[in-house]
């Protein structure tokens, strides 16, 4: 378990590193010219654009891939530091499991509004969602130490969950292309 927990936070941190990256470029962009169109902006349901201007895209005064900065930069790291075989204390395992609850919790908030408020999905924030969740689950597994030897399929389930959902949300658009 503690290699896959070590590989999911380098590479999933990572991932989640890049799209925040990339989303803040979009954002910057956006800020300096407001009819910039985002290069994840691909059709009426695809708008990072429509989704960039909302209040929920600056839920604490500043562009949220901000705090995805700084927390993929830490999750990068330390699962860069276990795949080295590094041992960690429990003060930073503790230290984790809060922020990826407040991770998980915040884009799971996001989504809600994405999917019921703004009525758009923005593909790059769709990744940060991707990521965040097997981090949070295999940080917690970590933590509790379950013997539950089918964790993939929690993952599994939550991802059928979230895709439901953007089904049941834009059914009027997929069904539109039919």
């Known amino acids: 378990m503690n290699r896959i927990v070590a590989w999911v936070l380098a590479v999933g941190g990572f991932i989640g590193l890049a799209a925040s990256f990339v989303l803040t470029i979009e954002k910057i ?59 960690l204390p429990s003060w930073v395992w503790i230290g984790l499991q809060v922020g990826v ?37 295999y940080t917690t597994l970590r933590n509790i130490r379950p013997t539950f030897q089918f964790h993939s399929v929690v993952l599994i389930l939550w991802y059928l969950v979230i895709a439901a959902g953007v089904l049941q949300a834009f059914w009027f658009y997929w069904s539109s292309l039919f």
């Open 29 to 87: 962009a956006l800020l300096k010219d407001p009819f910039y169109v985002p290069t994840c902006s691909i059709n009426p349901v695809l708008s990072c654009g429509s989704i960039m201007k909302t209040a929920q895209a600056e839920v604490f005064g500043f562009p949220n891939p901000l705090i995805g900065i700084a927390g993929f930069a830490v999750v990068t790291t330390l699962g860069v530091l276990l795949v080295a075989g590094v041992s």
């Open 101 to 137: 609850m407040f991770g998980v919790l915040f884009v799971h908030w996001l989504m809600f509004q994405s999917l019921y408020e703004i009525g758009a999905l923005c593909p790059y924030c769709m990744v940060v969602w991707a990521v965040t969740i097997p981090i949070f689950w």
